[in-house]
């Protein structure tokens, strides 16, 4: 019942910083927990961070903790995440989530693809 959409992706340089976007569709948006996740070649699916409904609580795994900050503006029914001080290991297709838990996700982007050149 929400499809997302993410973009923003992109080549950086290391050290660089880019703010990827995940646009939801529907009315639902502000019921759902949304979260980051990436996946680099060769990898499990990473999760990164999570916000909140209200977009009042976040939380963030240490790897990125500091460098990359989760938002949402639920009056346009996106979330973003904020990406600083960017490394190459950071390379990985990037997905954005929704689900009612904050253990479970229901629906998932396509991804979008964040390379970062050392």
């Known amino acids: 019942q929400v499809q997302l959409v993410e973009s923003g992706g992109g080549l950086v340089q290391a050290g660089g910083s880019l703010r990827l976007s995940c646009a939801a569709s529907?009315?639902?948006?502000?019921?759902?927990?949304m979260g980051w996740f990436r996946q680099a070649p060769g990898k499990e699916r990473e999760f990164l961070a999570r916000?909140?409904?209200?977009?009042?609580?976040?939380y963030y795994v240490d790897s990125v903790k500091g460098r990359f900050t989760i938002s949402r503006d639920n009056a346009k029914n996106t979330v973003y995440l904020q990406m600083n001080s960017l490394k190459p290991e950071d390379t990985a297709v990037y997905y954005c989530?929704?689900?009612?838990?904050?253990?479970?996700?229901?629906?998932w982007g396509q991804g979008t693809q964040v390379t970062v050149s050392s």
């Open positions: 989530a929704a689900g009612f838990t904050a253990t479970s996700y229901d629906y």
């Open positions: 529907g009315r639902t948006f502000r019921d759902y927990n």
């Open positions: 916000i909140s409904r209200s977009g009042s609580v976040t």
